[in-house]
C-alpha cells in the first residue's frame, strides 16, 4: 500500500472487506509499507485482486512471520491489528437523486463494498441497530435546507426538496422539518453512545452538532418554518450537548450560505496550489485507533473545498484528536472523538478530487483518481470498525 507499488489503493480496501465476508484472516499492517494488508492465501482472493486491479504479493509464511517479528520490535512505531469481521454499513442519504454527490456513496460503490442506504423513516424506526458503521451523507439536521435560501431559493430543484422535507415530517408526526431532523440527530447520537461508528463530511458535521446543542430552541427563520426564530436564540445554545464543537457563533443570516463561526471557508486565504493538509504521525502501538484513522501512502493531502471546509481549531473541543490539520491557518480538517462507547469522525470538505465542487458538477470519475489519499482516508474509516474491538492502552 506504498505510494510507488499499489495500482489502485481504493479498490483495495474492497478486496480486504471482500477477504473479511469470506471468512479469510487478515491483519492491517500500521506504518508498513504504506498502511499494508497481510490476507489469508486463497485463490479466490487473487482473482478478485486481478478482476479489480489491485496489486499484491504472495509470500511465504517464514516471510509473513519475520515482518510480523520486525512490527513487534518495541523500537518500531508498527503494529499488526487483526481484523475480525467485515461491517455491515449504512449511508444516510436521501433515497432519490440529489443535485450534487456524496464522497463516501461513490468511493464505497468505487471499491465494490457493499452498503445499504437509509433515511429519517429507518433511523427513527430504530434500524440503525442493525449496522456497525453510518456514514451521515451531506445533510442539514437544523432544518434550514443546506442554507441555499440565498442563492436557490427560486430553483426548482430546492422547490422540491423543501416539499418533500416538509411531506415527510408530517408523515412522521412532526409539525416542523427541524424538530423531525432534531429527533433523527438524537437517534444517531444514541446510536453512537451506545456504540456505533459514526463518520461524517461536509455540513453533516456542523448542523449536526448545531441542531443538538439547538434543541428547544428555534433557530430557523420563517422562510424556512413559517414562524420567527426565538429572541437572542444564542445565549440560548447548549454546548454541552455537542459531540466536537463549542463556542460556536450562529449565522442569522438566512441568505449566507453559512452555518455558523465552526466553518473555515470564509476565512481561508490560502491559493489551490498550496492548499494542502498534514496528517498527525501517532504511536501505533500505544494509540492503535488514530494511527488506522490515518494510513496513507503520504502525510501532505490535497485540501479540498465544501459548505463546511474545515474546523476552526477555536470551536474544536479539548477531548478531539486532530487528525489532519492545516496549521498556516489553523484549520482541523480532520477531527475524531468518542461518544459514550462509540466513536465518529468528522471530515471537512465535499469531495477529495473536486476543489469547488458546485451543485450542478459533474460527477467525479474515480477510476482517474485510483490513488486519491484523500478518499483513503474516508475508507480507513469504514474498515475500522472492522477491528473497533481491539484495547485502546490509552
Given at each position: ?221 420563517a422562510m424556512f418554518d413559517d414562524d420567527a426564530s426565538d429572541i437572542n436564540y444564542q445565549s440560548k445554545i447548549d454546548y454541552n450537548k ?117 451543485v450542478g458538477d459533474p460527477k467525479t470519475e474515480l477510476d482517474l483518481h485510483p490513488n486519491s489519499p484523500g478518499y483513503r482516508l474516508i ?16
Amino acid at each position: 500500500m506504498n505510494h510507488d507499488n499499489q495500482k489502485n489503493h481504493l479498490k483495495a480496501y474492497g478486496i480486504v472487506y471482500f477477504s473479511l465476508q469470506n471468512g479469510l484472516k487478515a491483519k492491517w499492517l500500521l506504518n508498513h509499507d504504506g498502511g499494508a494488508f497481510l490476507i489469508e492465501n486463497n485463490k479466490a482472493i487473487e482473482n478478485e485482486c486481478k478482476i479489480r486491479g489491485v496489486s499484491y504479493e504472495i509470500i511465504s509464511d517464514a516471510k509473513s512471520q519475520l515482518i510480523l517479528e520486525e512490527i513487534s520490535a518495541p523500537s518500531s512505531n508498527k503494529e499488526a491489528v487483526t481484523l475480525e469481521k467485515a461491517p455491515k454499513i449504512a449511508v444516510y442519504s436521501p433515497k432519490d437523486k440529489m443535485p450534487w454527490d456524496d464522497a463516501v456513496t461513490m468511493v464505497l460503490s468505487y471499491a465494490e463494498i457493499p452498503f445499504d442506504v437509509i433515511y429519517d423513516k429507518e433511523i427513527l424506526a430504530d434500524k440503525l441497530l442493525l449496522y456497525e458503521w453510518l456514514h451521515l451523507h451531506h445533510e442539514d439536521f437544523t432544518g434550514q435546507y443546506g442554507k441555499f435560501y440565498g442563492s436557490f431559493r427560486t430553483a426548482p430543484w430546492y422547490i422540491q426538496q423543501k416539499q418533500e422535507a416538509e411531506k415527510l415530517a408530517k408523515e412522521l408526526g412532526f409539525s416542523k422539518v427541524s424538530d423531525e431532523k432534531l429527533a433523527v440527530a438524537k437517534k444517531i447520537r444514541d446510536y453512537v453512545i451506545g456504540g456505533g461508528f459514526m463518520f461524517a463530511m461536509c455540513s453533516a458535521t456542523d448542523s449536526f452538532d448545531i441542531a443538538l446543542a439547538a434543541e428547544g430552541v428555534d433557530i430557523a427563520e420563517a422562510m424556512f418554518d413559517d414562524d420567527a426564530s426565538d429572541i437572542n436564540y444564542q445565549s440560548k445554545i447548549d454546548y454541552n450537548k455537542t459531540f466536537a464543537f463549542k463556542d460556536f457563533l450562529l449565522e442569522k443570516n438566512p441568505s449566507v450560505y453559512e452555518f455558523s463561526s465552526i466553518d473555515m471557508t470564509n476565512k481561508r486565504n490560502i491559493p489551490k496550489t498550496s492548499d494542502y493538509f498534514s496528517l498527525i504521525e501517532f504511536s501505533a502501538k500505544w494509540d492503535p485507533i488514530p494511527t488506522m484513522l490515518t494510513q496513507n501512502h503520504t502525510v501532505l493531502v490535497k485540501g479540498f473545498m465544501g459548505q463546511t471546509t474545515s474546523f476552526d481549531r477555536n470551536t474544536v473541543k479539548t477531548n478531539l484528536l486532530i487528525l489532519g490539520e492545516n496549521t498556516v491557518n489553523r484549520e482541523a480538517r480532520y477531527i475524531h472523538g468518542t461518544k459514550g462507547k462509540g466513536l465518529f469522525t468528522f471530515y471537512g470538505g465535499h469531495d477529495p478530487e473536486d476543489y469547488t465542487h458546485r451543485v450542478g458538477d459533474p460527477k467525479t470519475e474515480l477510476d482517474l483518481h485510483p490513488n486519491s489519499p484523500g478518499y483513503r482516508l474516508i475508507l480507513n474509516n469504514v474498515l475500522f470498525p472492522a477491528a473497533k474491538k481491539q484495547k485502546q492502552k490509552t
